[in-house]
C-alpha cells in the first residue's frame, strides 16, 4: 500500500547507551502529523517549542520536512514527510 508516513529524528543521541539502542530511542514512525508532532515533542524531551502545530504543519504541507527547536536549551527534532510503500 502506498501512501505517507511521518519519520522523527531526534538529534539527541545518549553516549552511555550502546548505538543501536541509542539511534533506536531516538526515531519515531507515525501515519499521521499531529502524532508525528507530540512524538517529536517527546522524544527531543521539548518544553517550549520554537515553532507551534500550525506553524508545523505549514511548513510540512510546503517543505515535507520541519525541525522544530526547543526555546529553552539545544534540543532539536526533524520530522520528515516520506512515502510509504
Known amino acids: 500500500m502506498r501512501g505517507e508516513c511521518y519519520v522523527v529524528v ?3 543521541i545518549d553516549p552511555s547507551k550502546d548505538w543501536e539502542t541509542s539511534l533506536r530511542d531516538s526515531m519515531g514512525v507515525t501515519l499521521n502529523f499531529k502524532a508525528a508532532y507530540f512524538l517529536a515533542l517527546s ?7 520554537d515553532v507551534g502545530y500550525k506553524g508545523a504543519l505549514a511548513r510540512i504541507n510546503k517543505f515535507k520536512a520541519v ?10 527534532v526533524s520530522i520528515i514527510n516520506v512515502k510509504k510503500y
Open 10 to 12: 531526534s538529534s539527541m
Open 43 to 49: 522524544i527531543g524531551e521539548i518544553a517550549k517549542p
Open 67 to 76: 525541525m522544530i527547536k526547543d526555546k529553552l536549551g539545544s534540543h532539536c
